[in-house]
């Protein structure tokens, strides 16, 4: 049974074509013939293109790729009816680059798949590349299978996009385009709302036609979200007598049994079919006059067909979609022309239907009366079981699976019950929603290639499910239950509480894939980062060695450190030679972090322009940060010389009280954020300057104490959290924290630290944070291009001046939270340097002294001179005044002066740790050969001034 043959549907086929709107909804129950009904739609004004009936699937992104994929029929259509096929193919190919520019690369590829596997045959190779040359690569050779496609194309705003590429395509060849679409009733929860966006998103003459199936929740959804916007869709009601008589004398059926099959079928073209065929072979239709017509037709149906038969479509059946042919074959035992004849047998004996986009499988209707009505419990358990055997062999020892394997799996196991002894598919089938939200979390995060892997961090697995399921979590219980039933295993290291998952097995996993898929409606991506980026980066950034890549968003310090990682171990010489790009994208919402290492500089610089025009070839990616490495040496002498300009005494607090720990830890985050008010975005993100506030556990006191950072966007009080009893080495502890209350939102703890000691001192707070930064800066410039800056008075006069006006915005800062000044910090600066004579100072850098002074006056000015030699005259100290080689300030009283090696007096000057700089000329030999290798003060923007990381500047 192929197809109904179609009666009583002129008015309801002459309705749907006549409508004025671009969009019908044709609704009707399963039997009711939608299926033939669409298929039936061939005849239109206009001489339309026309699209193979496509039936929809329930995973997010089917919708959209559905509509791709049929725009691309109606473009092979197109092709094969153009007289001149080369003047065809020129309207696609730009329909192609129309597609790229406004939806991305992904959809136009989509679109075009069929149409180039269709031009090549026509057209030849040779003319087919260069079209593919001209779209930038968006049309690879070969269609695109619908899952494939399903795959790539998973945002739920490019349909608007694609239907205007519809409309365009049907102005360029001046004909109508018509779309057809069976099955909406399968369409995710997601989908429904913009399923009904396409009755305002239709325009010029694109039509659209989609069938539902009503009374069940997402039909009725689909229905009413149709009915909101205005557009009545058209339904198709049981057939009239007269309809079914025309057919029944058609089919031969003698009169005596019309009243029968009309009385039966109620007008259902599925169920007339089905009392024409049990005609055709003799059955008594009298003896299944019972209450439920329908149900008693399939009865009789299936009894009247051989019991081997039978037997086979009862291992068929509990399958609602179609397996691989080959999982088929393997699992019945049959060869290709068993399987074939097979077909046909159930194909005229009305158990499997050709389905409107010519797949051969069961009608959903008979499937489910076969596996609930005809088989009894424990046949249809023993079904299950066998069929699960089958898939568990078939997925033992693959590497990735079939699209139709995870949820058949979790539906198998659901019916057949593996033993516990045997399998924890029988834990993960009773998690709650929760867990498996969790679980899919778990699996998404982790990277195989990753430092970490197979362990991942408690609190980004717990972000991630959420932000997937679309549901808050109560991460402890989840957890907890997981554990319980052994899925998990958690540990702690180093302060991070990381967990892995123990569902190994391939027919374990395969269950929990399906699991998530039938409960949120979505195919689970493993590896979600590493699939993003061979998506979307991997074919834009071009060649490139290796590289790391994690979801979210990765730290300046995260990059310099994987990209040493990736440095060749056999390779001798610098680690700042590395030549690296790193990089934060939103990909579909979803913020993925990258470090690449480049052979050479040109190829990461190219990679960095592609990486930023990359919104303009999809709005699926947003570009967040693309950092050239290696950065350049952080400058963070700043902060602490504003202390000391300050004139601060940073005293210690021995024995501290509880209230004088908890006083500690609120002045410690308020220094911080005023610090971090005028501090750059990387320098906020490397040396640990955003928002935080502070736990503290005290129950140990006063032999030791621990508080813990908590990285926040609501600084508030300290608070105590002695009371819970907290293990430091608990895996969930920051779990137990957040079910307590202590967490909210995306807080999460980033430092942990322990003081220890009969009685324990603490440090002032201001001292603590500069000891931070000074820490954080040390080790993030450790291995990065030293610093040089040349004896140049213009230079160095403006270099310092910026760095100065830094400075005192970050003695402002400080003065804002409460920092009082003890010294005044507008003085003069007046540095003075010479090259020193000594040959005992000498080095490879050559030997400058100099001199800095401060005079009393409160102008702020900056005045640099290259001199000859020292102009102090020591034996006036303790008195020192201004020398007369700075005129304009000769004999003002100097308040504070330094006087040494100029690397080490002028690098803090210019913001550097003393280490990080030095002074060299470089038109000496040495200095002309070493230049290149070092980063040189004013010779670039870069290096001129602070400059931002991101392209979006935030607060971290």
């Not at 239907?353 to 010519?358: A, I, N, T």
């Not at 300057?689 to 009080?717: I, N």
């Amino acid at each position: 049974m192929s197809a109904f043959p179609l009666y009583g549907r002129d008015a309801d086929r002459d309705a749907v074509v006549a409508a004025v709107e671009g969009f019908t909804l044709v609704v009707g129950d399963s039997g009711i013939g939608k299926s033939s009904f669409l298929s039936s739609l061939t005849t239109w004004p206009g001489d339309p293109l026309l699209s193979s009936p496509i039936v929809l699937k329930s995973l997010e992104g089917s919708l959209q790729t559905a509509l791709a994929d049929a725009i691309g029929d109606c473009m092979s259509q197109y092709l094969n009816d153009a007289p001149d096929a080369h003047s065809a193919w020129a309207v696609v190919k730009s329909i192609g680059a129309r597609a790229k520019t406004i939806t991305g690369r992904e959809i136009g590829r989509a679109v075009l798949s069929r149409a180039l596997t269709f031009a090549e045959s026509k057209l030849g190779e040779d003319v087919i590349d260069i079209g593919k040359k001209v779209l930038g690569d968006v049309a690879k050779g070969g269609v695109l299978g619908f899952d494939d496609q399903l795959a790539t194309i998973r945002v739920p705003d490019r349909a608007q996009e694609l239907c205007e590429v519809a409309a365009e395509f049907s102005r360029a060849v001046g004909r109508p385009i018509v779309l057809r679409f069976d099955n909406a009733d399968r369409l995710v929860p997601s989908d429904h709302g913009l399923l009904a966006e396409l009755i305002d998103a239709v325009v010029g003459q694109v039509r659209i036609v989609v069938c539902v199936t009503p009374h069940h929740s997402s039909g009725d959804q689909i229905i009413r979200a149709v009915s909101m916007r205005g557009s009545e869709p058209h339904e198709l009601l049981p057939l009239a007598r007269p309809a079914i008589e025309t057919w029944l004398v058609s089919a031969h059926v003698p009169r005596t049994r019309w009243d029968t099959i009309i009385r039966l079928s109620s007008g259902y073209p599925f169920f007339v079919a089905d009392a024409v065929r049990l005609s055709g072979v003799n059955a008594s239709l009298d003896a299944i006059a019972a209450p439920n017509g329908f149900e008693a037709l399939m009865r009789a149906s299936w009894t009247s067909i051989p019991e081997s038969i039978q037997a086979t479509a009862a291992r068929l059946a509990p399958f609602v979609d179609p397996p691989s042919d080959d999982f088929l074959l393997l699992y019945l035992g049959f060869d290709d022309l068993q399987w074939g004849i097979l077909t046909d047998t159930l194909l005229e004996a009305g158990l499997f239907v050709r389905r409107s986009d010519g797949t051969v499988w069961f009608h959903d209707r008979r499937r489910v009366f076969i596996w609930e009505k005809v088989l009894a419990h424990n046949a249809r358990k023993h079904v299950a079981q066998a069929a699960y055997a089958a898939v568990a062999s078939w997925v033992d020892g693959v590497t990735s699976f079939e699209l139709w394997v995870p949820s058949a799996t979790a539906i198998l196991a659901r019916v057949a019950e593996p033993k516990p002894l045997d399998s924890s598919i029988g834990a993960l089938l009773t998690l709650s929603d929760g867990a498996i939200a969790l679980l899919w979390g778990l699996i998404e995060v982790i990277e195989p290639g990753s430092i970490g892997a197979p362990y991942a961090e408690i609190g980004e697995v717990v972000r991630h499910a959420e932000a997937r399921s679309g549901r808050p979590l109560d991460g402890l219980a989840t957890m907890n239950e997981l554990e319980a039933k052994n899925l998990i295993e958690t540990r702690e290291a180093d302060d991070v509480r990381l967990v892995r998952s123990k569902v190994r097995d391939n027919t374990e996993y395969a269950a929990l894939l399906g699991e998530i898929q039938l409960r949120f409606f979505v195919a689970p991506r493993p590896r979600l980062a590493s699939a993003a980026f061979d998506a979307f980066v991997r074919p834009v950034v071009g060649a490139f060695d290796a590289a790391v890549i994690a979801l979210g968003r990765s730290r300046l310090v995260d990059h310099e450190d994987q990209a040493n990682m990736l440095r060749d171990p056999n390779h001798i010489g610098r680690a700042d030679n590395q030549t690296a790009l790193g990089a934060t994208l939103t990909i579909d919402e979803q913020q993925v972090s990258f470090t690449a290492k480049f052979a050479t500089r040109e190829a990461r610089d190219e990679a960095r322009r592609a990486l930023l025009s990359i919104a303009g070839l999809t709005s699926r990616v947003q570009v967040d940060r693309v950092v050239p490495l290696p950065q350049p040496r952080l400058r963070y002498a700043r902060y602490r010389l504003a202390a000391e300009t300050l004139g601060l005494e940073l005293a210690k607090t021995e024995a501290p009280k509880h209230e004088e720990i908890v006083a500690f830890l609120d002045l410690r985050a308020r220094y911080a954020e005023a610090l971090g008010t005028v501090s750059t975005s990387q320098e906020r993100e490397v040396l640990d300057l955003g928002l935080r506030r502070y736990l503290v556990d005290m129950k140990r006191m006063p032999d030791s104490w621990t508080y813990f950072e908590v990285r926040t966007r609501d600084v508030r009080a300290t608070q105590d959290v002695t009371e819970l009893a907290l293990n430091l080495r608990d895996p969930l502890l920051e779990l137990k924290l957040r079910a307590e209350g202590f967490l909210t939102g995306g807080e999460r703890i980033v430092k942990t630290t322990t003081r220890f000691g009969s009685k324990p001192s603490i440090p002032h707070p201001l001292a603590a944070v500069l000891d931070d930064i000074d820490q954080a800066g040390k080790k993030y410039n450790a291995g990065l291009r030293s610093v040089l800056f040349a004896p140049d008075l213009e230079v160095l006069e403006r270099e310092i001046h910026r760095e100065r006006e830094r400075l005192r915005e970050a003695m402002r800062a400080l003065e804002s939270v409460g920092v009082e000044e003890k010294k005044p910090h507008h003085r003069s600066l007046l540095v003075g340097f010479w090259e020193d004579a000594d040959p005992w100072r000498g080095g490879d850098f050559g030997s400058w002294g100099t001199c800095v002074l401060e005079p009393d006056d409160d102008a702020g000015a900056v005045v640099v001179r290259r001199l000859s030699r020292s102009p102090l005259d020591v034996s006036t100290w303790p008195e020192v005044t201004v020398p007369d080689v700075f005129a304009d300030y000769a004999g003002l009283e100097v308040v504070r002066w330094q006087d040494g090696d100029a690397s080490y007096v002028i690098a803090p000057l210019l913001g550097y740790s003393d280490h990080d700089a030095r002074m060299m000329d470089f038109d000496t030999p040495l200095g002309q050969m070493i230049r290149n290798t070092y980063d040189v003060v004013g010779e670039s923007a870069e290096f001129a001034s602070p400059t931002e990381s991101s392209l979006h500047g935030q607060n971290d």
